[in-house]
């Protein structure tokens, strides 16, 4: 065995991953230090059950873009072998998070979203993730940015993130495609089509957060 000391900039509760990047470090650490004999799917297993103790989740929603970057796309069927599909990354695309001076516990944001969800909703957000999977094919910026507006999860924890409409409008006034909650928050997320816009997003969202008097950081990529 050997003993891995993590020094990282992902807040805990952040809404960012922090979990699944300590998980994915410590797996490719792993698989570096045994000679890199390890498969994907090994990797993968091993990182999920790294994030079970972390965060007691196994998904691999997180776990899986860390390791892969990009977009993935996942299936985990009981009984059956996780099904991973690497989808396109349309060139321009941008991202910006900003991650405010406030705290969510993973738990807490998880309890507010409902066991169970109106039809309406389910089947909306069914018809955007047909639409995202497009859009990234087909380089759609427009259609992308309308795919991810959410009904699943959203409405019920976009009231535990002070400001939050505030800081969606600010987004979208100056010009994101989309925008929304990152993870189970606090942090909030928007796309966008070059850099400049993400930058100019990332402070009007900061703006935003600062009318409330709450600090923030932004991070584009």
């Known amino acids: 065995g050997f003993e891995l ?3 990282k900039g992902i807040a805990v509760g952040s809404g960012l991953g922090s979990s699944a990047a300590s998980a994915a470090s410590a797996v490719i650490a792993a ?19 790294g994030e079970v103790v972390a965060a007691g989740a196994p998904h691999p929603d997180n776990v899986v873009p860390a390791l892969l ?24 695309l941008h991202a910006v998070v900003v991650h405010p001076a406030l705290s969510i516990s ?7 979203v409902p ?12 018809a955007h993730l047909g639409m995202l ?26 009231p535990m993130i002070e400001g939050f409409d505030r800081v969606y409008e600010a987004a979208i006034q100056a010009g994101a495609l989309g925008a929304g909650i990152s993870g189970s928050g606090p942090s909030v997320f ?3 089509d070059a850099m400049d816009s993400a930058r100019r997003c990332g402070s009007a969202m900061q703006a935003a957060f600062g009318s409330k008097q709450i600090a923030s950081e932004c991070f584009v990529s």
């Open 5 to 7: 000391r993590l020094r």
């Open 31 to 49: 698989n570096n230090v045994l000679g890199n004999v390890l498969t994907t799917q090994q990797l993968i297993a091993a990182a999920r059950q």
């Open 69 to 92: 970057g990009g977009f993935q796309l996942m299936v985990d069927e009981p009984d059956e072998d996780l099904r991973v599909v690497s989808l396109p990354v349309p060139s321009g």
């Open 106 to 112: 993973t738990r807490d944001a998880r309890d507010a």
């Open 115 to 126: 066991a169970h969800v109106p039809i309406g909703d389910a089947i909306v957000n069914l």
């Open 133 to 158: 999977i497009s859009a990234l094919y087909e380089s759609d910026f427009d259609r992308l940015g309308a795919s991810i507006r959410d009904r699943l999860h959203q409405p019920y924890r976009a």
């Open 190 to 192: 928007a796309l966008t």
